[in-house]
């Protein structure tokens, strides 16, 4: 499903893509990175030109949920940010369900209200501040999206948040997760991680802007391996877990309640 967003890189409007210079600066990389304003007000390029198949990872998620949301239920997109998957899953999800993104970034979330409501969904929907090491958010849902999300939970939270969204969701709903992966075989990991920065370089990158994203985000991403999170979804309870997307050390995984 195409990015809402392409194309649109000219015309003056208050959701306009600017560009992604955050980590020109060398001192970006004496902090860890933080989503916040700065990083909302260029976010969707930076997913588009850091993310491989971003617009393929919004199309699949569509049409997986498409088979699984129910009317009457929720649709939950966990770390939403500016609301990018909500807006490619307007179409093609039944009407009576209801769109409920959850974020812990209030810059982000403004971002995706602006978005979500210049759009105009043709559904119930809303936007929550909420911080998945503490809250539970996740009820009556069908469908709960995890995109680029599960990483970012730190690993001593992450298997009771992942029985929270088993909790949450109805029988024979899905939870649709996108993750940056780690390999245990040192050799591919090291390729698969020099391809990728190669992907950020065709996409306009420089080395250092890629280095100085790389130490901002030591602390804060925190992959795991694909079996580690196949095992986390297993010891919640899901009875089939399928990844269905590998791209290098990217990865994704539905999973059935």
């Given at each position: 499903?195409?990015?809402?967003?392409?194309?649109?890189?000219?015309?003056?409007?208050?959701?306009?893509?600017?560009?992604?210079?955050?980590?020109?600066?060398?001192?970006?990389?004496?902090?860890?990175?933080?989503?916040?304003?700065?990083?909302?007000?260029?976010?969707?390029?930076?997913?588009?030109?850091?993310?491989?198949?971003?617009?393929?990872?919004?199309?699949?998620?569509?049409?997986?949920?498409?088979?699984?949301?129910?009317a009457g239920t929720?649709?939950?997109?966990?770390?939403?940010?500016?609301?990018?998957?909500?807006?490619?899953?307007?179409?093609?999800?039944?009407?009576?369900?209801?769109?409920?993104?959850?974020?812990?970034?209030?810059?982000?979330?403004?971002?995706?209200?602006?978005?979500?409501?210049?759009?105009?969904?043709?559904?119930?929907?809303?936007?929550v501040h909420a911080?998945?090491?503490?809250?539970?958010?996740?009820?009556?849902?069908?469908?709960?999206?995890?995109?680029?999300?599960?990483?970012?939970?730190?690993?001593?939270?992450?298997?009771?948040?992942?029985?929270?969204?088993?909790?949450?969701?109805?029988?024979?709903?899905?939870?649709?997760?996108?993750?940056?992966?780690?390999?245990?075989?040192?050799?591919?990991?090291?390729?698969?991680?020099?391809?990728?920065?190669?992907?950020?370089?065709?996409?306009?990158?420089?080395?250092?802007?890629?280095?100085?994203?790389?130490?901002?985000?030591?602390?804060?991403?925190?992959?795991?391996?694909?079996?580690?999170?196949?095992?986390?979804?297993?010891?919640?309870?899901?009875?089939h877990v399928e990844?269905?997307?590998?791209?290098?050390?990217?990865?994704?995984?539905?999973?059935?309640?």
């Amino acid at each position: 499903m195409a990015d809402p967003d392409r194309g649109d890189r000219n015309r003056a409007s208050p959701c306009r893509l600017l560009p992604d210079r955050l980590f020109s600066d060398p001192a970006s990389a004496t902090a860890d990175f933080r989503f916040d304003g700065r990083t909302a007000s260029v976010f969707d390029d930076m997913v588009n030109r850091s993310v491989p198949f971003y617009s393929e990872m919004q199309r699949m998620s569509a049409e997986l949920a498409g088979d699984f949301a129910v009317a009457g239920t929720n649709l939950v997109d966990l770390g939403c940010a500016t609301g990018t998957t909500l807006l490619a899953l307007d179409a093609c999800i039944d009407p009576g369900v209801r769109f409920v993104g959850v974020d812990n970034a209030p810059d982000m979330l403004a971002k995706a209200r602006q978005k979500l409501t210049g759009h105009g969904l043709g559904r119930s929907w809303d936007l929550v501040h909420a911080d998945l090491h503490e809250d539970r958010v996740v009820r009556n849902a069908s469908v709960v999206l995890m995109i680029l999300t599960l990483q970012f939970v730190r690993p001593l939270y992450r298997q009771r948040v992942v029985r929270d969204i088993y909790a949450g969701l109805r029988p024979q709903g899905c939870v649709i997760v996108f993750e940056k992966v780690t390999l245990s075989d040192s050799l591919f990991n090291r390729l698969f991680i020099r391809y990728y920065y190669e992907l950020k370089r065709r996409n306009g990158y420089s080395d250092s802007e890629i280095a100085h994203k790389r130490e901002a985000l030591e602390n804060v991403l925190i992959p795991y391996r694909p079996d580690e999170n196949r095992d986390l979804l297993l010891g919640a309870g899901f009875s089939h877990v399928e990844e269905f997307f590998r791209w290098y050390n990217f990865s994704g995984v539905i999973a059935v309640k």
